[in-house]
């Protein structure tokens, strides 16, 4: 970019501003839910119609909050992973209008770097 300093003021072309489209409304949920498996993830659906997705281990966490979270300022997504004994987990959270392809990219992301654990020894 720049700036031609000889001529004071803002001016523009609709070519220059480069318009473009965005990925905006909510989507359908079900791009992001149906990433999960039943053989390694539960799912509970509660009496807000809110959507619960847990691995079997308990570790990973994405709930679905078509109304908006209760206690929060309309997040409509909350993704965690807890951490271990030595690494700190984390927690991502989108807002209800978040289109569904964006948080499914994040999900997929997540589970593409999960690895089954080694097993504990007999």
Do not use: N
Request: proline share 7%; hydrophobic share 45%; with cysteine.
């Amino acid at each position: 970019m720049t700036v031609d300093a000889a001529r004071p003021g803002f001016s523009t072309t609709v070519a220059d501003l480069r318009l473009r489209t965005w990925l905006l409304g909510r989507g359908q949920p079900m791009d992001v839910i149906d990433l999960f498996t039943d053989a390694d993830f539960k799912v509970v659906v509660d009496d807000r119609a809110d959507v619960h997705i847990a691995s079997r281990d308990g570790r990973l966490y994405l709930g679905f909050f078509p109304g908006g979270r209760p206690g929060t300022d309309a997040e409509g997504w909350k993704l965690a992973v807890t951490g271990t004994a030595d690494v700190p987990g984390y927690c991502v959270s989108f807002h209800r209008e978040t289109p569904a392809a964006v948080v499914a990219a994040t999900v997929s992301s997540v589970l593409a770097t999960s690895t089954p654990a080694a097993p504990f020894p007999t």
